[in-house]
């Protein structure tokens, strides 16, 4: 046994940043492993939109707005599949979380909060976002750790992985295995355990094993591979949450890859909200399957979750590409023109016999599909209920872009109780064990849909939340 430590902090991304800095500021002696050569996590990434009810920006701004509302939004968007105590826990929290990072700088956009529909939209501006997206959630936060390691309240190591737990008598961790980048094994005996490792959706041979089979796609970093769901599974911690695979509506995968997406800034621009489409959407049997301009994103989602290999084509024409607002909006003509000449998901021919064939798509359906777009555009009606009909499919060339359902988020992971405290198969919580974050899978805050903010402010939340409880600071459980 080489150490001994109050807290030990697994994965420095955006719960485990917030609860080592807390628990550090505590007075407890904090030890942050992270598998990485740097902090962060998925904050390098993502969007990092923040939802957040009663905040002092909404007040500014004349918004009338409690974690009540905030609640309610939640559950009705999730229609009751999210987990109400945590949902309740979330937004109660969430105004702090917003606040201390205004007050410590935070570079907000001028635009937010806003109401946004990138996902099932609130019924009140509460979504934030930084104007580096999840960089500028890492300016505030990556000082504060780096402040207090200088000041050897929090030892950081980098590099360093939990391989295992030790459980200790009765529920309960006793320590913790970490490997290096040497590769030298070491046990670490703590207080208490926070598993802040993130989610699976970078993992695509667990993924499907732990979420009903469902096939990733996604921009989600390798990091994400589920560590610490998997080291808390085999000390007999419950999952939750494999049944609520809800897919992200497109995404193309970057060529060479067959997982790996593009960067979510470079997916096609599908909101009808942000720009009407010019596009067909059909499946591999060249079928279309929704109205591509429904204004629910949830709608588009579940009808995406029922089509065979969760994958769909945008399919249109030379005129579209003239006279439509782009669909690769961050492209310039030469990402198109290599998009369309080196990556596979990228179709284009004279004819749409041909460009079925070459993309993968059923011709006679595609041809049947596109006769009756067209019929619709020309004032038959669409079958699907879809309005916006700007102009026939009908100038060569033609073009597919494949699309899938994807992920950016996995819906599984470790059951808590109020306290965060991961909780064993016979619903006894472990009574040193916590998580946060991913690890309590994307579907405790979201249920089977998508809610705006939901992941990254309760990950926030509860990371400060759990670094304030191992230091005895319980009362700070209702706001
Ligand atoms: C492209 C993209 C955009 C997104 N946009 C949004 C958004 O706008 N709003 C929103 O709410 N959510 C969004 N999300 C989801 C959200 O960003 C994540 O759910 C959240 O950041 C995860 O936080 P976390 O602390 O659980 O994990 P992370 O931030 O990923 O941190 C986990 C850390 O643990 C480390 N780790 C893993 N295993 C080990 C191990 N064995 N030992 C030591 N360290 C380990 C990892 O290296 C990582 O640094 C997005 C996700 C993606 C991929």
Redesign the pocket.
């Known amino acids: 046994m080489s150490e001994r430590v109050d807290l030990l902090v ?7 940043l917030p609860a080592a800095a807390e628990a550090a500021e505590q007075g407890l002696d904090v030890l942050l ?4 050569d740097r ?5 390098w ?7 957040a009810a009663g905040t002092g920006l909404q007040r500014t701004r004349g918004i009338r707005d409690t974690p009540d509302l905030h609640y309610d939004d939640v559950m009705r968007i999730s229609r009751g599949t999210a987990d109400p105590d945590l949902v309740r826990l979330a937004v109660d929290h969430a105004a702090e979380t917003v606040d201390r990072l205004m007050s410590a700088g935070f570079d907000m956009d001028p635009d937010a909060p806003a109401v946004l529909y990138f996902h099932e939209p609130y019924s009140v501006a509460r979504t934030y ?1 930084g104007r580096e ?2 960089k500028s959630v890492l300016d505030v936060l990556l000082p504060r750790v780096r402040g207090l390691a200088d000041r050897g309240r929090i030892r950081v190591r980098t590099r ?4 295992g737990l030790r459980g200790g008598g009765g529920p309960s961790v006793e320590a913790a295995v ?1 490997r290096d980048a040497a590769g030298a094994v070491e046990e670490v005996e703590a207080g208490a355990v926070v598993l ?4 699976y ?1 970078g993992n695509p041979g667990l993924f499907p094993l732990l979420t009903g089979g469902a096939p990733l796609r ?4 390798e ?3 589920g ?2 769901i998997l ?1 808390a599974l085999s000390l007999g911690a419950r999952l939750r949450g494999s049944d609520m695979f809800l897919p992200t509506y497109g995404g193309t995968l970057r060529a060479g890859s067959d997982w790996e997406t593009a ?2 800034d470079d997916f096609p621009q599908l909101t009808p909200q942000e720009r009407p489409p010019w596009e067909i959407h059909v499946n591999r049997s060249g079928l279309r399957f929704v109205a591509e301009d429904d204004a629910s994103v949830d709608v588009r989602e579940h009808a995406l979750a029922r089509q065979r290999g969760v994958e769909f084509w945008v399919v249109y024409d030379q005129r579209a590409v003239e006279e439509a607002p782009p669909l690769f909006p961050s492209w310039g003509e030469a990402d198109l023109e290599r998009a369309f000449t080196g990556n596979p998901s990228f179709t284009r021919a004279d004819d749409l016999d041909s460009l079925a064939e070459a993309a993968g798509i059923d011709p006679q359906g595609l041809r049947l599909t596109v006769r009756e777009y067209n019929r619709a555009v020309a004032g038959g009606g669409d079958p699907l209920g879809r309005t916006h009909l700007p102009a026939p499919l009908e100038r060569g060339p033609f073009y597919a872009v494949r699309n899938h359902g994807t992920v ?2 996995s819906p599984a992971g470790l059951a808590v109780d109020g306290r965060l405290r991961v909780l064993g198969d016979d619903g006894r919580p472990f009574t040193n064990l916590y998580a ?4 309590l899978g ?1 579907s405790s805050m979201s249920g089977r849909s998508f809610v ?6 309760p ?1 926030l939340s509860f ?1 400060r939340l759990i670094g304030r409880a191992a230091a005895g600071e319980d009362q700070h459980w209702r706001p």
């Open positions: 697994v994965g420095g991304g955006t719960a485990g492993v992270e598998k990485a902090l962060g996590g998925t904050l990434r993502s969007w990092a939109q923040m939802a976002w997206a999840g360093t992985a939990l391989t970490l802040t490792t993130g989610g959706a996604g921009p989600a970093a990091t994400s591979a560590d610490g080291a960067h979510l950016l988020k946060a974050g991913e690890a994307g705006s903010g939901m992941s990254v402010t990950a990371g």
